[in-house]
């Protein structure tokens, strides 16, 4: 006959795999409808909120120069909403234009908020900040590779309209926020 503590701690371990499990497929889900046919299950690891913002012009694509970074605020000029826009040259998780290859992302680090505008590795489609070396990969999504960052890098969702770049939302929380500002904040 099987202890309380032994049926307890079975139904514990399969209620906890099936909870992992869902939340892994909700947000690979959610990430799909996002960036469709451009989520692998290795993205869906963590919980992300995906939130619709206003839609602002960002950059023409003929503009924009392979590993020449262009900042921007999105989607205001409030505290931490500054963000960087890349073109890496190689595909990427969300990317818009013809290669699939433009991805822009929040440039506070998740860790202490530390400026990432001085930290791209063009050579590993790397961004890595400079305070305590976390460094976050630009082709996945922004998950973190090493240091001490627990979440990936909010990811700009971006949309190609023509020659136009527009961004209309954000795949997780500014540095800083409980809830992401709206254009009103400044
Ligand atoms: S603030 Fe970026 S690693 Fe600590």
């Not at 063009?122 to 627990?150: P, Q, S, Y």
């Given at each position: 006959m099987k202890s309380s503590n032994q049926s307890c701690s079975s139904d514990c371990v399969k209620r906890r795999g099936f909870l992992q499990t869902t939340a892994a497929s909700v947000t690979m889900m959610l990430l799909a409808d996002v960036f469709p046919g451009r989520v692998s299950a290795q993205d869906a690891g963590t919980e992300v909120p995906v939130v619709e913002l206003s839609r602002q012009r960002i950059a023409k694509l003929s503009d924009l120069t392979k590993d020449v970074p262009i900042e921007?605020?999105?989607?205001?000029?409030?505290?931490?909403?500054?963000?960087?826009?890349?073109?890496?040259?190689?595909?990427?998780?969300?990317?818009?234009?013809?290669?699939?290859?433009v991805v822009a992302f929040s440039a506070r680090c998740?860790?202490?908020?530390?400026?990432?505008?001085?930290?791209?590795?063009?050579?590993?489609?790397?961004?890595?900040?400079?305070?305590?070396?976390?460094?976050?990969?630009?082709?996945?999504?922004?998950?973190?590779?090493?240091?001490?960052?627990?979440?990936?890098?909010?990811?700009?969702?971006l949309e190609l309209d023509g020659d136009e770049i527009?961004?209309?939302?954000i795949v997780g929380l500014f540095y800083g926020y409980h809830q992401n500002p709206t254009a009103e904040n400044n």
């Open positions: 921007f605020n999105y989607p205001s000029r409030a505290l931490h909403t500054n963000c960087i826009l890349y073109k890496l040259g190689t595909e990427a998780g969300g990317g818009v234009g013809p290669d699939a290859d998740t860790h202490m908020g530390g400026d990432l505008s001085q930290g791209y590795i063009a050579e590993h489609k790397l961004v890595g900040c400079g305070e305590h070396l976390t460094t976050f990969d630009l082709t996945r999504h922004g998950i973190m590779v090493a240091g001490h960052a627990t979440e990936r890098l909010p990811q700009i969702i527009f961004a209309t939302g």
